[in-house]
C-alpha cells in the first residue's frame, strides 16, 4: 500500500516534469496563438497580457484576405512537390528494395548524399537554370525545385518498409503470373500504404515550408508562397504582430496535422532517412 | 535486424536495408526483364542527375567563371581559375562569416544535444502519457523555418517580446534590451532559435537509441552495484556511441544549412553579425550579383557537407559491423 502510493508520487512527479518541458519548449507557440487572437492596440499594451483579453479573429480573416491567394500558391506548390515525388520514389524504392542491381549501393549512397547538400547550392544553380528554361517564377519551377527536398527521403523511407514485406507475397505473385508493374500496384504499393503517407505528408511539409527556393526562384511576386509572403510581409509591416502571427498560425497547420496523423509513425531513423531543410 | 522496419523505418531499420546482401533474385533473370526492371528506377536516376548532379556540377562551374552584372543574364563569363575562390578567402567580411558559423554550429550543437540527451533519458521513465507528451515536443522541429523565424522574432522584440518583460518582471533588466540592435545579442538570438529547433531532432533520435539497450544490460549492471552514474558511463554511453555519432554528424550537416531562421529573424545584421556562410553565399549572389564569388563559398560549404557526409556513411558502416 505505501509502496503503491509512493509509485503514484513518482508517476506524478514524472509527469509534472514532463508537462514542464513540454510548456516551456511549446511557449513561444502559445504566445503566438495568444498574440494572433489580440488587436495590435492590445499586442502592445504593458503588461502584456498572457491571455487574450477579448478574443477576436480579425487578424485572421486580415489574413485571408490578404494572404489568402499565397496559402493556395503555397497548397498547390506542396501538393505538386509530393504528387512528382511519389511518382519518382515509389517505383525506385520498389527496384531498390527487390531488384539487384549493380548501381544500387552507389543510388543509396547518392540519395544520402543528396541530402547534405545546402539548399542554397542547388538554389543558386537552379536561378541560372531556371532563368534559361524559363522557369523563375512558375509554379513549376517552384514545384520541381521542392521536389528535390522530397525525392531523397521518400525513395529510403519507403524503400526501408519494402525491405521489410514478406518476400513470400511477391513469389506468390509472380507464380501467378504477375508482371512487373501489377506486383507493385496491387501488392507492394497497397501493404506499404503506411510509410507512403509517411513520404508524402513529409514532402508535403517540406515543400510548404520551404522558403529558400521561393526565395531565390522569385524575382516577381507573380507566384509568392506563403513563406515568402510572410518575409516580405514583416519587410513591409515590422509592427502588425497579429496578423503576422494569425499568418504563422495558418502556416503551422500542416505541421500539426502531420503531428496527429503520423505521431505513432515518427520514430528514429525518420530523420536518419531525412534531413529536414 | 529480423523485424520489420517500422513506418518510417526506425533508425536501425534504415541500417538494416543497407547492411543486407542485396535481396533481388538469386539468378538473374534474362535481359528482358533486367531492362523491365531498370525502368523503375530509371526516373529516380535521371532526377538525380538532373537536379542534383547537373546543378552541383554547373555551380562548381560557376565558381570558377568570371561574374558580373554584365554575365548576371547570360552566362557568358570566361574561366578564371580560382580566382573567385581567392576574392571570397580574402573578402573583408570572411574572418567574420567564419567566426559567426563557427559560435552558431558549436553553441547550437552543443546545447542542442545536452539537452535532447537530457529529455530523451528523462523519457526512458514508464509514466502516464509519456508518449503523447514526447510527441508534442516534436512540434518545433516539424515547424517551417520561417513560422519558427517570426515567432521568435517576437519573442525578443524590444517592444512588445515576452523576453523582454521575464527579465524585467524578475528585475534583471531595467530598460528593454534591443536584442537585434546588438551584434553579439543578435548572435545568440539566433543561436537559441536554432537550438530550439534542434532539440527534438536530438531527442528523437537519441530516444529511439535509448529504446534499443537491452533491459538485461541495466540489470546486470544492478545486480553488480553499479550506480546511476557509473551505470551511464558504463553502460548507457558505450552502447550508444554509433546513435550519438549519427545525431552529431546530422547535427553539423543540418546546422551547416540553416537559413531560413536567420534571413527572416536577422538577415545576417545588424552589422553582418549573424552573417553565416549559407546567408553569406546568398548575399554575395543575389544581392551584390557576384555569382561566382556566391558559388565558391556554396562550394566550400558542400565540400565542408561532403566530409561530414562520408564520415556519417562510415558511421553507418561502423554500426553495421558491430
Known amino acids: 500500500m505505501k509502496f503503491r502510493r509512493r509509485k503514484g508520487l513518482i508517476s506524478g512527479l514524472n509527469v509534472a516534469v514532463a508537462l514542464v518541458i513540454v510548456g516551456v519548449m511549446l511557449l513561444p507557440l502559445y504566445w503566438a496563438v495568444v498574440t494572433s487572437l489580440k488587436t495590435l492596440h492590445q499586442s502592445y499594451a504593458t503588461p502584456t497580457a498572457l491571455f487574450p483579453p477579448s478574443p477576436t479573429f480579425a487578424a485572421y480573416s486580415q489574413v485571408v484576405h490578404t494572404q489568402g491567394g499565397s496559402l493556395l500558391t503555397s497548397f498547390i506548390i506542396a501538393v505538386g512537390a509530393t504528387v512528382v515525388s511519389l511518382l519518382i520514389s515509389v517505383p525506385a524504392a520498389y527496384a531498390l528494395a527487390n531488384f539487384r542491381f549493380r548501381v544500387t549501393w552507389l543510388v543509396t549512397l547518392s540519395l544520402l548524399v543528396a541530402q547534405t547538400i545546402p539548399g542554397i547550392v542547388l538554389g543558386t544553380s537552379f536561378f541560372k537554370i531556371f532563368a534559361g528554361l524559363h522557369l523563375l517564377n512558375s509554379y513549376l519551377g517552384l514545384i520541381i525545385a521542392d521536389s528535390t527536398y522530397c525525392v531523397p527521403f521518400s525513395i529510403l523511407v519507403v524503400r526501408a518498409f519494402m525491405i521489410g514485406l514478406p518476400r513470400e507475397l511477391l513469389e506468390a505473385a509472380r507464380v501467378d503470373g504477375a508482371t512487373l508493374l501489377g506486383t507493385l500496384l496491387r501488392i507492394v504499393i497497397p501493404l506499404s500504404r503506411p510509410a507512403i503517407l509517411t513520404a508524402a505528408l513529409f514532402s508535403f511539409l517540406f515543400a510548404w515550408g520551404d522558403f529558400l527556393f521561393a526565395l531565390t526562384l522569385s524575382t516577381s511576386n507573380s507566384v509568392e508562397p506563403m513563406t515568402l509572403s510572410i518575409y516580405s510581409y514583416m519587410g513591409q509591416y515590422t509592427s502588425q504582430w497579429p496578423e503576422l502571427m494569425a499568418a504563422a498560425v495558418f502556416a503551422a497547420i500542416p505541421s500539426a496535422i502531420l503531428l496527429i496523423l503520423v505521431q505513432q509513425g515518427i520514430r528514429g531513423g525518420m530523420a536518419t532517412a531525412g534531413l529536414k531543410g | 535486424m529480423p523485424e520489420a522496419p517500422e513506418i518510417g523505418a526506425t533508425h536501425t531499420g534504415v541500417l538494416a536495408s543497407s547492411a543486407k546482401p542485396e535481396r533481388g533474385d538469386r539468378a538473374r533473370g534474362p535481359r528482358r526483364l533486367f531492362r523491365g526492371r531498370v525502368l523503375f528506377l530509371l526516373p529516380a536516376v535521371i532526377y538525380l542527375l538532373a537536379l542534383f548532379a547537373y546543378p552541383i556540377v554547373y555551380g562548381i562551374l560557376l565558381s570558377v567563371r568570371q561574374s558580373s552584372v554584365i554575365t548576371f543574364v547570360h552566362n557568358t563569363g570566361g574561366f578564371v ?214 558559388a565558391a563559398v556554396g562550394t566550400i560549404m558542400m565540400a565542408i557537407s561532403l566530409v561530414c557526409a562520408f564520415a556519417y556513411v562510415r558511421t553507418y558502416r561502423g554500426e553495421l559491423r558491430s
Open chain 2, 81 to 294: 581559375g580560382l580566382t573567385n575562390y581567392r576574392l571570397a578567402v580574402t573578402n573583408p567580411l570572411l574572418p567574420s562569416v567564419v567566426w559567426n558559423t563557427a559560435i552558431f554550429m558549436v553553441g547550437s550543437i552543443v546545447a542542442q544535444f545536452s539537452i535532447g540527451f537530457l529529455i530523451a533519458l528523462f523519457f526512458t521513465r514508464r509514466f502516464p502519457l509519456s508518449g503523447f507528451l514526447r510527441s508534442l515536443i516534436l512540434v518545433p522541429w516539424l515547424l517551417p523555418g520561417v513560422v519558427t523565424g517570426i515567432i521568435l522574432r517576437m519573442m525578443f522584440d524590444p517592444n512588445i517580446g515576452m523576453v523582454n518583460q521575464v527579465l524585467s518582471n524578475l528585475g534583471l533588466i531595467h530598460s528593454p534590451i534591443e536584442w537585434f540592435a546588438n551584434t553579439h545579442l543578435a548572435l545568440l538570438v539566433i543561436v537559441l532559435a536554432n537550438i530550439w529547433i534542434g532539440i527534438p531532432f536530438n531527442m528523437l533520435l537519441l530516444h529511439g537509441g535509448l529504446q534499443d539497450i537491452p533491459h538485461e544490460l541495466y540489470e546486470a549492471a544492478r545486480v553488480d552495484g553499479a550506480g546511476r552514474l557509473r551505470t551511464f558511463r558504463s553502460i548507457t554511453l558505450p552502447v550508444m556511441r554509433p546513435v550519438i555519432a549519427v545525431v552529431l554528424v546530422l547535427g553539423f550537416i543540418y546546422t551547416l544549412k540553416a537559413f531560413d531562421i536567420v534571413m527572416i529573424m536577422t538577415g545576417g545584421g545588424p552589422m553582418n553579425a549573424t552573417q553565416l556562410l549559407s546567408t553569406w553565399a546568398y548575399t554575395l549572389s543575389f544581392y551584390n550579383l557576384d555569382f561566382g564569388q556566391g
